[in-house]
């Protein structure tokens, strides 16, 4: 029976990842900075908490690390861990470096010290790009990131590259584009709107403010996206590889089709806020998968209407209590 270690399993990615790998056959432990202390909702929704070893690490603390490498010995990675929110690295640009840079390399340095034969998933994240004008970003593709989460993602896969050139790991870096699910805390704009919209379908007088909704992204469904990373790691040859849809939407289309599906006219609803926009971003987000098709003989079979519908119908199912 393989063994993989989640970092990060608390979040969206790594739940649908350990619901996948579970149903492989495979033995999970999944890491949190407080096992004891965490809720692991996620994983409560998706009903395999019990199925799930967990235990406490610190990612930023390299004994932490040390430790449960030596304790679980595990076959595979998966570094999902760290600060995930664009917004909030403006306000923690420290954190974020720390949680995202150094934690990534505190796993490859543990792993190169204890010399076991594990496979490292690095989730990388488009952000790194920056604006690509329209064009769908490629392996090759230079990063520009503009914000200190995306500054902090592009070290953690230059680290992951130099580990893997310098002392020969199975280190691959997953550039995933923006993908959702009914998993996604409000804090995240789509989960943000499918609630509000939700609610005002259910008779709420309520306003949903928004920052600007020009911008562009490639929006998936994140269940499809852990499966690629999964397959990265069953490869013969570590490498890294854009997770996308290849098509891009406004945010404006976005909420459109998220009051659409609620019988609603988005505009009665919305305000456009100019204190939500932030600092630098980017106009538009667009990936190109054909690597991934070719080699993983993966591809994405849902595009954005799709996960609109989807967390929409998770929402009211949630609500009515079923």
């Known amino acids: 029976m393989k063994k993989a270690l989640i970092c990060g399993i608390s979040g969206q990615d790594g739940a649908y990842l350990a619901q996948l790998l579970l149903s492989q056959g495979y033995s999970v432990c999944g890491t949190s900075r407080d096992a004891q202390m965490s809720a692991f909702r996620n994983l409560v929704y998706l009903g395999i908490k019990d199925q799930v070893k967990l235990e406490s690490m610190a990612l930023t603390d390299f004994r932490s690390v040390l430790q449960i490498l030596t304790k679980i010995q595990p076959d595979e990675i998966y570094n999902l861990a760290g600060q995930s ?11 974020t470096l720390e949680s995202v ?3 990534t390399l505190n796993l490859l340095e543990a792993i190169r010290f204890l010399g076991l034969p594990i496979k490292l998933y690095n989730a990388g994240s488009s ?3 920056g604006d690509t004008g329209g064009i769908g970003a490629t392996e090759t593709t230079p990063f520009r990131p503009r914000s200190p989460y995306a500054v902090a993602k592009a070290a953690a896969f230059w680290e992951v590259a130099n580990y893997r050139e310098a002392y020969g790991l199975f280190a691959c870096s997953g550039i995933l584009f923006n993908h959702e699910s009914p998993l996604r805390p409000e804090r995240f704009v789509t989960q943000k709107i499918v609630a509000a919209a939700c609610r005002i ?8 403010y ?4 020009q911008i562009q992204r490639d929006w998936g469904w994140a269940p499809e996206y852990v499966e690629a990373m999964y397959l990265m790691l069953q490869q013969k040859q570590p490498d890294d590889y854009v997770i996308a849809t290849g098509t891009s939407s406004s945010l404006e289309e976005f909420v459109a089709s998220a009051f659409a599906s609620l019988n609603l006219d988005w505009q009665n609803h919305v305000v ?12 538009v987000g667009k990936g190109n998968p054909a690597k991934a098709k070719q080699q993983l003989g993966w591809a994405a079979k849902y595009k954005m209407q799709d996960v609109v519908k989807m967390m929409v119908a998770a929402r009211l199912e949630n609500i009515s209590g079923k």
């Open 127 to 129: 952000e790194c790009f």
């Open 101 to 103: 840079a150094t934690g």
């Open 272 to 283: 456009v806020d100019q204190s939500l926009f932030r600092p630098t971003d980017l106009a």
């Open 210 to 213: 928004l920052g600007n909704i």
């Open 85 to 95: 929110s664009v917004g909030l690295s403006f306000e923690q640009p420290v954190e």
């Open 201 to 208: 379908a259910q008779g709420t007088k309520e306003k949903l």
